[in-house]
């Protein structure tokens, strides 16, 4: 059991699980470490690299990290003890903010692949093992009517492993659930002018609503110009990304955190755009767990719970 009790003057020191280099988990996850650490008193927090949300939400039941950056459907799945954490049990879990609603990137170099379904044949990665990511893009392609096994030879890279292998011919595609714009897609599309595309998902989402229901998976946009090269906007599959802490974490303690995220959103702006979209309005709803009692508090305080 973690202790989270700061002694007079002594400074608390947490970790938060992100994700990896070439994902937008990585970047915010490092700016949420720094705007917590100056702006919560005698708390320290260290970004931690890793796999992202599967592996951050065991390293919180495992008790190695404090604080974790989750995607939706991933976090219900912790939450309930289903999917992918059906035989690992149960994470005791809670909620502090939804950051932002992340668009699926998927991303090509070949012309022939104009939505999901045309994946069928090709050489795809679906993103590294332990990642929320890989999830969601497993649930897409059946939705769009493939096996992921069967119907297309599945690879599984992170995104800047990804990025490597779309350039060498040696996959035709790949997906990155990424706020945009995503670090590696827009290398990617900075060499790339004009030949990188982002495929729309949008059209998948009746079926996933059906089977997993539609807080899961949001509409999201992708705005055109996003990335250099890209002239329209990109209807995707999205999914809530959430900071959550573990259910022990004291009432005070997750106040404080979630007062600091919020208002001191410029800092992290300048971090990664994707925090100028930050309201108490945004980071209140759409939760597909309970918020901890510490962030409804504040919430309450603003007026949007």
Do not use: C, W
Request: glycine share 10%; hydrophobic share 45%; net charge neutral.
């Amino acid at each position: 059991m973690r202790e989270y009790a700061r002694a007079r003057g002594a400074r608390l020191r947490l970790s938060i699980a992100t994700g990896q280099v070439g994902g937008a988990y990585y970047v915010l996850g490092g700016g949420l470490a720094k705007v917590i650490s100056e702006h919560v008193p005698n708390v320290q927090v260290t970004a931690e690299l890793t796999a992202a949300s599967v592996d951050n939400l065991k390293f919180l039941r495992a008790g190695q990290v404090d604080l974790g950056l989750a995607l939706g459907p991933s976090l219900a799945d912790a939450y309930h003890g289903t999917g992918t954490f059906r035989e690992f049990g149960r994470v005791p879990v809670r909620a502090l903010a939804v950051l932002y609603i992340q668009p699926m990137h998927l991303v090509t170099l070949a012309p022939g692949i104009a939505r999901v379904a045309d994946l069928r044949g090709h050489v795809v990665s679906t993103q590294n093992p332990g990642s929320g990511t890989e999830v969601v893009a497993l649930r897409m392609l059946e939705a769009a009517g493939l096996d992921p096994d069967r119907d297309l030879t599945r690879e599984r890279l992170g995104p800047a492993q990804a990025i490597d292998a779309l350039k060498d011919g040696k996959i035709d595609a790949f997906f990155n659930g990424s706020a945009a714009p995503a670090p590696a897609v827009l290398e990617l599309a900075t060499a790339f002018r004009g030949e990188m595309r982002l495929v729309p998902s949008g059209d998948l989402l009746p079926v996933l609503h059906e089977r997993y229901g539609a807080a899961q998976f949001p509409l999201a946009i992708i705005p055109a110009r996003t990335y250099p090269g890209q002239e329209d906007d990109v209807p995707t599959v999205g999914s809530p990304t959430v900071l959550v802490v573990d259910e022990k974490m004291g009432e005070q303690l997750a106040y404080e955190i979630t007062r600091a995220v919020l208002e001191h959103t410029a800092e992290l702006a300048a971090i990664h755009p994707v925090a100028k979209t930050f309201t108490a309005a945004r980071l209140a709803s759409g939760s597909p767990v309970p918020f901890h009692p510490g962030a409804v508090r504040y919430y309450r305080e603003r007026g949007v719970l």
